[in-house]
């Protein structure tokens, strides 16, 4: 077995555990393989041991991997922060997009969306760490540009994503996680049918899983420590 496919299945292991400790299903939770600043050749591995979605940051890198690996039928998810320029890409080459924080990138995508294409699955950025973090949007403006999201055609909202700043403290993590899934609940009661909880990568899927995630983002504990 590679080191990547031990890996995966030392990931999986960790997500059954947790789930198994939250009373959740194990197929609760999707495993998003983050494969930033690693060649095709990576990614190639993750998918012959059996992961089909791969998150990346960076939208000229991902394109170039992506055409690498047309023959794979892999679902490629945008998870970095997107500037309203770059914006064509994604939409034209990704299924997901985790990282909408702002009402102008969310249309740019929605009408850039092909036509022929389902809609991009969408989750808006909440900044759940305050002063710590730059990206997202803040807590408090979620709810507006949650529902103006939802209205767009191209686009289907699917729930909130949110990069806590790194933490020892599972208490504090647990806390950060909390907000994101009572956010969601509260969008829920409001008429926004969300499932989506996007939260939770190497140093920290377990408290995510406690707190509801339902796809946790690994890019480290799968493929090495990044340069
Ligand atoms: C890099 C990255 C990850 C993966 O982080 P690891 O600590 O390597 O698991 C997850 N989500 C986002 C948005 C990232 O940029």
New binding site residues.
């Given amino acids: 077995m590679t080191s990547i496919a031990a890996n995966l299945q030392a990931v999986r292991a960790r997500i059954a555990a947790a789930c198994a400790a939250a009373g959740r299903p194990a197929d609760a939770v999707q495993l998003?393989a983050?494969s930033?600043t690693w060649p095709a050749a990576g990614v190639r591995e993750a998918a012959a041991a059996g992961q089909r979605a791969f998150?990346e940051?960076y939208v000229q890198e991902a394109v170039d991997k992506a055409a690498e690996l047309t023959g794979l039928q892999l679902d490629w998810h945008f998870?970095?922060p997107l500037q309203s320029n770059k914006t064509r890409p994604v939409a034209e080459g990704f299924a997901w997009v985790?990282?909408v924080d702002r009402l102008k990138v969310a249309e740019r995508l929605a009408a850039q969306r092909p036509h022929g294409m389902p809609p991009l699955q969408a989750c808006i950025q909440v900044n759940v760490s305050g002063e710590a973090s730059k990206s997202g949007c803040a807590p408090d403006q979620a709810a507006a540009l949650a529902h103006a999201v939802a209205a767009l055609p191209g686009l289907r909202l699917r729930g909130l994503?949110a990069?806590p700043e790194p933490s020892d403290d599972s208490r504090l993590q647990r806390s950060r996680f909390a907000l994101l899934r009572q956010l969601r609940d509260r969008l829920n009661a409001e008429g926004l049918g969300l499932d989506t909880l996007s939260m939770g990568?190497?140093?920290d899927l377990e408290a995510a899983i406690m707190e509801g995630a339902t796809i946790v983002?690994?890019?480290?504990?799968?493929?090495g420590k990044?340069d």
């Fill in positions: 998003l983050v930033k998150g940051n998870i970095g985790h990282s994503m990069i990568m190497s140093e983002r690994v890019g480290t504990a799968i493929f990044r």
